[in-house]
């Protein structure tokens, strides 16, 4: 494990309702993750954990309290700058996929360098690297929808990792999937996390998908339930 990567300090979220009323989302939360670790965040819908995995991401910005990522309180930065800092630490994985139907393969892998002004060249030869990495060596030129959706997944891994992150956020990313092909990606995370020591925090709320990581954030109506080893917490030797 290496240097501490984020901090929640007193966090909390709340979105307005009718009138004058908010809803509180996020309540008191407060952890840490350091570099190298596999967390997973589980929750029942409506818990919280998506708006925490926004936060984390820092696609949404708290009401209150503190939340630092690499040491910098995101809330003192500017939209731009955590449009920078997005881009530069954090590789984003989604249920839905993301990808562009249009453009090929390469291209959506490459994207992220595009808003970082890397060269024509740059963007293809490190697209075409990440490609290779997740196995898919060969179908830069095809589209989106002649690839299955565990492929389609891989090609979404490859983009998060293309501007190589400190972080990969994966918010359900095996939710679209069949449970071998979840699998296969959740294997493909766990080669990323050990042998590159890529931080992954992964949203999910299957246990079976949660016990490929090393340590569990339980959140219920807002607030972390439980904090602790994964399989300890989900009851596995």
């Known amino acids: 494990m290496g240097e501490e990567l984020i901090r929640a300090v007193d966090l909390g979220k709340e979105y307005p309702s009718a009138g ?31 708006t925490l995995m926004n936060v984390l991401g820092c696609l949404d910005t708290p009401t209150r309290g503190h939340y630092f990522l690499t040491g910098q309180d995101t809330a003192k930065m500017s939209s731009n700058r955590l449009a920078e800092l997005r881009n530069r630490v954090i590789g984003f994985v989604f249920q839905g996929f993301n990808l562009l139907p249009r453009i090929t393969i390469r291209d959506n892998v490459a994207l992220p360098l595009l808003y970082a002004d890397a060269s024509r060249a740059e963007r293809r030869g490190r697209a075409a690297a990440m490609l290779r990495q997740v196995g898919l060596d060969g179908y830069g030129d095809r589209l989106s929808s002649q690839l299955s959706g565990g492929q389609q997944q891989r090609v979404a891994i490859a983009r998060a990792l293309v501007t190589h992150p400190k972080l990969i956020l994966a918010d359900e990313p095996t939710g679209n999937l069949d449970s071998q092909t979840s699998e296969e990606i959740m294997g493909l995370f766990r080669v990323l996390n050990d042998e590159q020591g890529i931080t992954v925090v992964l949203v999910t709320h299957e246990a079976d998908i949660a016990l490929s990581s090393h340590r569990l954030i339980r959140i219920k109506d807002g607030r972390i339930a439980e904090d602790g080893p994964t399989r300890q917490l989900l009851g596995q030797p």
């Open 20 to 50: 004058t009323t908010v809803v509180p989302v996020l309540k008191d939360i407060n952890f840490a993750i350091t570099s190298g670790e596999f967390v997973a965040i589980m929750g029942h819908s409506g818990s919280g954990k998506s």
